[in-house]
């Protein structure tokens, strides 16, 4: 009896501390956002105040009207979708074929060597880089659109899917299936496309997911070859608030613009978490 | 009739030659637009780095390993690798502590997980630029509620001047712990992911067999859910490792480098080269210095990869 | 009745022929179109964007040039007018800065034009400020049309001043000290609780509060063909000893270095009593994000060490407007440029964005005179030196955080000697060469 409880006292104990540890977490990683909500919720006369109140006096929405007349925000917000979504499907693309590649011919020295380059174009820095490739784009007259953006960020995204898809197809494709179908006659291509494609989505969804979320936060290169505003995506766009001497005059509204833009990313991810942690888990075996 | 064999064996030949090919033309689009977009400029940044290139300047004579020699001979050089260092080495170690633990926490399937997991992975897909804003604004010496809240508690007499102190412990300056902090609460959730998706492949069987054998919390966890997941872990880490030592954003748009190039890491030193001061060749062999130290750990990782076992 | 309809369009045809005629007449670059690169100006983008859809809308209507503008943030612009002037994307016209490294960056195909002519055809050089010939022209060429102007006054509170006791604004530094000791209150530590003065030293920038109170003490940063950078001087040591003492012998203004501090939000959050050297977008600035404020705050012209006139006790920023080699229709670019940069569009421009400006008869507007605000910057930009070096290096040089001459202002803050500070920057200032 008294062991018994002693026991459910400490399962009890353990429940409370897993919550509370949580808790604790969620202070820091929400404070940023909490601190958004609280600016951009403030009376104006209140958001300058110093020490700073923890609670807005009353709340006041006219930020979250104003925002849209000042800045073309669904603009900025459409362009990053579109700019996201299709190097996302691009990336997925490469990366896929590039990964069942290097997963299953390994052995080949060409394999051997892309998989090598994977690797070392990360250890690039992207600064310098990005004035040679501004002028490839600017040649080939991709400065100022779309097909400019993809480009890079299907490049920089791809490395790291590839990887991701890699150690997906090494570890939760077993190559013995895939010997039946050659028995069967089936091409190289066949087999990848008719067998091993259909059973690797959670896989693909989750590179898919990295791959999104790269290209939806690059800021350097589309302030570089955008110049005109209707193109902007909005991880640039909320630099209009900043004046020249970057001052944080604006601190109310561009709060505002930060929580409108992040809401989108955290739908998205409310429906997708589970097929990015299942996709990863599954290639997550192998490294 | 014959001749239609004879196609039949030609469309046959050409088909087997594809298909002998399908492995290498799977890898092709990856491969070309990376060699183009990536590498392409990187091979140029090499030759750039061996002359003064300033686009100030009319003539871009060969210098060799001049631009090399001016950046070692800088103090401020090994101030900026020190800094690049510390802000990389210290947020990879306690971004990886905290998604260790809070990815340990979200595997066991108590109510509300998938919220929390959903939760932690905000911070992911904020863009940097607000990130820092709002960041910036959390660690300002008069507007931080940071600040209001310990004037509060009486524990400080004045707000606390997190961006702009001088003072440096062993070197490392109070900002540049900010910007610490503050990359850890960017770069986990990402580590999250990875450690949840690899501690859902270990086994329970294992964990109950080592609670029969009386092994402590502490003793399980390093003998064998650190073991098992290890392939994920080192891979995630050296990737990592790699993106933060490139880490441009949060140095740059949190506090430029500045109070006195206190927090100014590699990448903020090579875009002032390069965009301030004009100098490409000295940008130039600023970068491969990065690149260079950067590829240290990268050497071991590449090699374990590629063993065949592997 | 049919007749009558074919008659009226004969005539509505005709005149129409006729119009387009004079138009064809008038309008010698009908239908061309340009690109116009700005940067973000003012208190809301949305404003700018207005501001320049009228602009732009009249001109085509005078002259039948269409122009399609962008608005340039400032995270990008200089990488931007960078590439441009290297080969890159240009627009036709763009809204410039660091006229003189874009120069001389230029080559026989890219870059800035020339535009000796237009500033001809405009009045010549005395139709705007010392800085703006300064800032656009380079080595006698002119390679732009100077337009918006920022020069630096003191903001007050007057609510404060009242309560203190203080009825006029400090003239000199005197002055400046004792009103700031009545205004700044410390606790038992001596830390300041609310300070009487504050640098407009947005993150720590000390550079341009120091480059004011040398334009106060008598000197100046360079001579004045801009040759030799006059750093050693009494007057340069004067307004450094002057900068230091004001953070650590008065303790009238605390020593931020911080990245995020902004002397103005300090202010409108009643921290600060007097920020010393703010622009003529600060009040826009204050209204929108204090308007608690309103009524509260005024300007007047910044002290000089001594309340004696020196000449050019001021300092003024110009910015001018350029035109790129690469533009197929240079005249139809001028003609834009021109209107642009007339009286009447930069007044506008001046009044929707809260800018100064570079033309002298602009700034002699009622609009600037006889408002409460506005007088103190159009007093100090008439008597002003340019507070930006017109040297290919001088954004090197004086680049924000550590560039040599920012560096001496915050060690010198910090505790370095004067001597030892100036001769580590004129040694950095002789590496970088200028």
């Known amino acids: 009896m008294n062991a018994k409880t002693k026991k459910k006292i400490q399962k009890v104990w353990k429940v409370i501390w897993h919550y509370i540890s949580l808790f604790l977490i969620s202070c820091f990683v929400l404070l940023p956002y909490y601190w958004m909500i609280v600016t951009a919720v403030k009376p104006t006369e209140e958001v300058m105040q110093s020490p700073a109140t923890l609670l807005p006096s009353r709340l006041s929405f006219t930020n979250f009207t104003k925002v849209w007349s000042s800045i073309p925000l669904a603009t900025y917000m459409k362009n990053s979708m579109v700019v996201s979504l299709t190097a996302t499907v691009v990336s997925v693309i490469f990366a896929t074929l590039c990964g069942y590649s290097i997963s299953r011919y390994i052995r080949k020295r060409a394999q051997r060597v892309s998989f090598v380059i994977m690797l070392v174009s990360q250890l690039i820095p992207g600064i310098v880089t990005m004035i040679s490739l501004y002028f490839i784009m600017f040649n080939m007259k991709l400065t100022n659109t779309y097909v400019g953006l993809v480009i890079a960020y299907v490049v920089w995204a791809v490395p790291f899917c590839t990887l991701m898809i890699k150690s997906y197809f090494d570890a939760a494709i077993p190559v013995a299936i895939e010997e039946s179908a050659r028995i069967d006659g089936c091409s190289n291509f066949g087999i990848f496309w008719r067998v091993c494609l259909p059973i690797s989505v959670p896989g693909i969804i989750s590179t898919g997911i990295f791959a999104f979320i790269t290209a939806w936060n690059e800021y350097m290169w589309a302030s570089i070859i955008l110049s005109k505003d209707k193109l902007k995506p909005v ?42 942690i299942s996709g990863l888990s599954a290639g997550a075996v192998k490294g | 009739m014959e001749q239609q064999t004879e196609k039949v064996k030609k469309q046959n030949s050409f088909g087997s030659i594809l298909n002998q090919w399908t492995s290498f033309l799977m890898l092709m689009p990856a491969i070309a637009s990376l060699l183009i977009v990536s590498i392409y400029p990187t091979v140029k940044t090499i030759w750039m780095s061996f ?31 020190f800094n690049t260092l510390f802000f990389a080495i210290v947020s990879l170690v306690l971004g990886v502590s905290l998604a260790m633990l809070i990815a340990t926490k979200l595997i066991k399937p108590y109510p509300l997980r998938g919220f929390f997991r959903a939760m932690f992975l905000i911070p992911w897909v904020t863009p940097p ?92 966890f390093w003998k064998i859910t650190v073991p098992c997941i290890r392939p994920v872990i080192t891979s995630s880490i050296v990737l990592e490792l790699i993106w933060q030592f490139n880490n441009f954003n949060i140095s740059y748009m949190v506090t430029n480098g500045g109070p006195l190039g206190l927090t100014k890491t590699m990448a903020v030193e090579v875009y002032q080269a390069a965009f301030t001061n004009y100098r490409y060749g000295y940008a130039s062999a600023l970068s491969i210095i990065m690149m260079l130290i950067a590829l240290i750990p990268s050497i071991f990782y590449i090699r374990s990869s590629l063993k065949p076992e592997n | 009745m049919k007749k009558s309809l074919i008659a009226l369009g004969m005539t509505g045809t005709m005149i129409l022929a006729g119009t387009s005629m004079v138009m064809a007449e008038d309008k010698p670059y009908d239908g061309t179109n340009l690109v116009f690169w700005m940067q973000a100006y003012g208190s809301d983008p949305s404003i700018q964007r207005a501001a320049l859809d009228k602009v732009t809308a009249d001109f085509q209507e005078q002259t039948g040039i269409s122009v399609e503008y962008n608005i340039v943030d400032w995270g990008s612009a200089s990488q931007k007018l960078t590439l441009a002037c290297t080969g890159g994307e240009a627009p036709d016209v763009a809204d410039i800065f660091f006229t003189k490294s874009l120069a001389t960056m230029s080559s026989d195909e890219y870059g800035l034009m020339e535009l000796n002519d237009l500033v001809e055809e405009m009045g010549g050089e005395d139709t705007w400020i010392t800085a703006g010939k300064d800032e656009a022209c380079v080595d006698g060429d002119w390679y732009g049309i100077p337009w918006r102007a920022d020069t630096r006054v003191l903001l007050y509170n007057t609510e404060d001043f009242e309560n203190a006791g203080i009825t006029e604004a400090p003239t000199t530094w005197d002055e400046l000290v004792e009103d700031a000791q009545k205004l700044t209150v410390t606790d038992e530590d001596g830390n300041i609780t609310h300070a009487g003065l504050a640098w407009y030293s947005d993150m720590g920038r000390y550079d341009q509060t120091w480059f004011s109170m040398l334009a106060q003490c008598g000197g100046t940063l360079m001579n004045d063909e801009f040759t030799e950078f006059t750093l050693d001087t009494e007057q340069s040591k004067q307004a450094l000893a002057f900068l230091s003492d004001c953070i650590n012998t008065y303790n009238i203004c605390s020593n931020s270095l911080d990245a995020s501090y902004d002397a103005v939000t300090e202010f409108m959050s009643g921290n600060v009593s007097m920020v010393f050297g703010v622009t003529g977008e ?95 910057f159009s007093t100090t930009i008439a008597n002003s030196q340019s507070g930006d070096m017109p040297l290919t290096t001088w954004s090197q040089i004086d680049a924000w955080p550590d560039g040599p001459i920012p560096s001496m202002c915050a060690n010198v803050v910090n505790g370095t000697d004067a001597d030892t500070a100036i001769a580590e920057c004129l040694s950095q200032i002789e590496a970088i060469g200028f």
Not at chain 2, 58 to 69: D, M, Q, R, S, T
Not at chain 3, 331 to 356: H, I, P, R, T
């Open chain 2, 51 to 81: 002359f003064d290139k300033s686009i100030l300047k009319k003539e871009e004579p060969f210098i060799g390993l001049a631009n090399y020699i001016e950046s070692f001979s800088k103090a401020g050089t090994w101030q900026t690798i």
């Open chain 3, 282 to 376: 600060t009040k826009n600035n204050i209204l929108q994000n204090a308007p608690q404020m309103e009524g509260k705050f005024a300007s007047a012209p910044l002290p000089t060490a001594t309340g004696a006139e020196n000449e050019k006790n001021g300092i003024s920023f110009s910015a001018p407007i350029g035109i790129f080699k690469t533009t197929e229709n240079a005249d139809a670019a001028k003609e834009w440029v021109k209107y642009f940069c007339s009286e009447d569009v930069q007044l506008y421009m001046s009044q929707e964005l809260g800018l100064l400006n570079s033309n002298c008869a602009v700034m002699e507007n009622s609009y600037f005179t006889e408002d409460d605000w506005l007088k103190a």
């Open chain 2, 129 to 220: 630029l607000v990130a820092s804003i709002v960041w910036r604004f959390i660690f300002s010496e008069n507007f931080s509620p940071i600040n209001s809240i310990l004037l509060k508690l009486h524990l400080i007499k004045v707000p606390v001047n997190f961006l702009g102190s001088t003072a440096t412990f062993l070197g490392v300056s109070e900002p540049l712990i900010v910007l610490t902090i503050i990359n850890v609460w960017s770069i986990f959730p990402f580590l999250m992911v990875m450690f949840i998706a690899g501690l859902q492949t270990v086994p329970q069987e294992i964990y109950e067999a080592a609670r029969m054998d009386g092994a402590g919390k502490m003793a399980t």
């Open chain 1, 235 to 276: 991880s640039v766009g909320i630099y209009d608030f900043i004046g020249q001497y970057s001052a944080n005059t604006k601190m109310a509204i561009t709060m505002t613009a930060g929580i409108i833009i992040t809401i989108p990313a955290i739908i998205i991810f409310a429906f997708l978490q589970k097929y990015l």
